[in-house]
Nanobody, 127 residues
Framework: QVQLVESGGGLVQTGGSLRLSCAAS????????IGWFRQAPGSEREFVAA????????YYTDSVTGRFTSSRDDAKNTAYLQMNSLKPEDTAAYYC????????????????????WGQGTQVTVSS
């Protein structure tokens, strides 16, 4: 198992930016494909973004495409989610997740695909 710790959440105004970090310990991050999910109160946890093990393939849900960017720095054992042009509807707890992929260019969008999860970091966007 890999332990994941998210950080970087906070309160930001509409149009602002935040960069979330997902730091791994226990295992090296390079072995894993990474996903980002979010959960607003009263809602199910939903997919936001994914990055392949190689880092060469990324995928985003439609509502964040063009505003969010997923990246990874395996030397620092950390994955990132850069969030720009934030909107009130982006308010949620954000979680990173990891799994060992079938190949280094595969990404995963389902919660059930992931084996390890962080504890989450809260993002609040004020209008």
């Amino acid at each position: 198992q890999v332990q994941l710790v998210e950080s970087g959440g906070g309160l930001v105004q509409t149009g602002g930016s935040l960069r979330l970090s997902c730091a791994a310990s226990g295992r090296t991050l390079w072995k894993y494909a990474i996903g980002w999910f979010r959960q607003a109160p009263g809602s199910e946890r939903e997919f936001v973004a994914a990055i392949s093990q190689s880092g060469g393939v990324t995928y985003y849900t439609d509502s964040v495409t063009g505003r969010f960017t997923s990246s990874r720095d395996d030397a620092k054992n950390t994955a990132y989610l850069q969030m720009n042009s934030l909107k009130p509807e982006d308010t949620a707890a954000y979680y990173c997740a990891a799994r060992v992929p079938f190949s280094n260019s595969v990404y995963y969008t389902s919660r059930d695909d992931y084996t390890d999860w962080g504890q989450g970091t809260q993002v609040t966007v004020s209008s």
